[in-house]
């Protein structure tokens, strides 16, 4: 009986210190890009400065807040109380294996808005906590930033 209940007792510990993860969401933050696609130049600056501010912050990457530099630099949007990044994404779009397809519906469904433009071309816009989770999707074959465009010469 004393097994039993420490058994019990064992299980119920591991069960509360366990965390749960939605399938398919990265929540940590790699310097390393994944090597399953390619990045834009743009994106890897991006990435190398993201991750260094992130790190920098001392905070969680859900906690975490650009600063107005990185805003700035980035063309980073502000929506709701999360900052997002705008760009482009190409993915593979043969159906051979349904487990390496990319499913935009379950990104949706995170909060990631994507459009898609051409068939396995869409633009992005996603909350900067949840780019680890897209650019780790399977069937992802290219990753651009997007960056806001201003205008040449202001009007006065």
Same mark, same amino acid.
Request: charged share 25%; net charge positive.
């Given at each position: 009986?004393?097994?039993?209940? +420490?058994?019990?007792?064992?299980?119920? !510990?591991?069960?509360?210190?366990?965390?749960? $993860?939605?399938?398919?969401?990265?929540?940590?933050?790699?310097?390393?890009? *994944? $090597?399953?696609?390619? &990045?834009?130049?743009? +994106? @890897?600056? +991006?990435?190398?400065? &993201?991750?260094?501010?992130?790190?920098?912050?001392?905070?969680?990457? @859900?906690?975490?807040? *650009?600063?107005?530099?990185?805003?700035?630099?980035?063309?980073?949007?502000?929506?709701?109380?999360?900052?997002?990044?705008?760009?482009? /994404?190409?993915?593979?779009?043969?159906?051979?294996?349904?487990? $390496?397809? &990319?499913? *935009?519906?379950?990104?949706?469904?995170?909060?990631?808005?994507?459009?898609?433009?051409?068939?396995? /071309?869409?633009? +992005?816009?996603?909350?900067?906590?949840?780019?680890?989770?897209? /650019?780790?999707? *399977?069937? !992802?074959?290219?990753?651009?930033?997007?960056?806001?465009?201003?205008?040449?010469?202001?009007?006065?």
């Amino acid at each position: 009986m004393k097994k039993v209940l +420490f058994s019990l007792t064992c299980l119920v !510990m591991l069960a509360g210190c366990s965390t749960a $993860k939605k399938a398919g969401e990265v929540s940590t933050l790699s310097e390393e890009l *994944p $090597k399953t696609a390619r &990045f834009s130049n743009q +994106f @890897k600056v +991006f990435w190398n400065d &993201f991750v260094s501010e992130v790190k920098q912050s001392g905070k969680s990457l @859900k906690k975490y807040k *650009p600063t107005q530099e990185m805003v700035d630099y980035y063309g980073l949007v502000k929506a709701g109380n999360q900052y997002v990044l705008t760009g482009f /994404i190409q993915v593979d779009s043969k159906k051979e294996d349904a487990t $390496k397809n &990319f499913d *935009p519906e379950k990104l949706k469904g995170m909060g990631i808005t994507l459009n898609e433009m051409i068939t396995g /071309i869409y633009s +992005f816009r996603c909350p900067l906590a949840l780019l680890p989770t897209l /650019i780790n999707q *399977p069937g !992802m074959k290219t990753v651009e930033a997007g960056k806001q465009l201003k205008p040449l010469h202001e009007n006065k």
